[in-house]
């Protein structure tokens, strides 16, 4: 009698843990349909990918308030480069996950389904006393600051807040 009882009890678990478990990353963001993500946790607006090629800071900013909002068919005035904390939380530093190969070959993971064509992302963080803005690397996991001319690797990627 009593291993049906603690069978009926692991079932009953095994049922419903998942169902009131914690949001997984399939919970966080939607896939729009229209070349963007929404990420509930953080209420943002992803673009579904970079610029796709190397570009400097300057470019960058003009990129995602001028070329990207055309391209996807929807009408934001708000598109801006985001921020160190916004990008970090799309790392996906979990041990034993794959992540994708860059068409700039660097190997990058991330939580949101968003495809980057190289791992190093501007961020919206500049220096005033400096020429300098920070970036974002999605292989290693670290921000380093680099002169805002410097083209080579770095990706510019759209982000909004949601109203």
């Known amino acids: 009698m009593a291993p049906e009882r603690y069978l009926r009890i692991l079932v009953f678990l095994l049922v419903i843990f ?17 070349g963007t993500v929404s990420d509930h946790e953080l209420g943002l607006m992803w673009s579904q990918t970079d610029n796709s090629g190397d570009i400097s800071w300057p470019q960058a900013e003009k990129w995602v308030l001028f070329t990207f909002p055309y391209t996807i068919g929807k009408q ?3 598109w801006r ?15 034993g996950q794959p992540g994708y190969e860059t068409d700039c070959g ?5 939580l949101a389904p968003i495809r ?12 005033a006393s400096a020429p300098t803005a920070e970036v974002f690397n999605f292989n290693k996991f670290y921000h380093y600051k680099v002169r805002k001319a410097h083209t080579r690797g770095y990706r510019a ?7």
């Open 76 to 78: 934001f005035d708000d």
């Open 18 to 34: 998942p169902a009131v478990g914690p949001a997984g990353a399939g919970d966080r963001f939607t896939d729009n349909g229209d």
């Open 81 to 95: 480069l985001p921020t160190l904390a916004e990008l970090q939380s799309l790392a996906d530093e979990r041990k």
């Open 157 to 163: 990627l759209a982000v909004r807040n949601l109203k």
């Open 106 to 110: 660097q190997r990058v993971k991330l």
């Open 116 to 127: 980057l064509s190289c791992g190093w992302v501007w961020t919206s963080e500049t220096d």
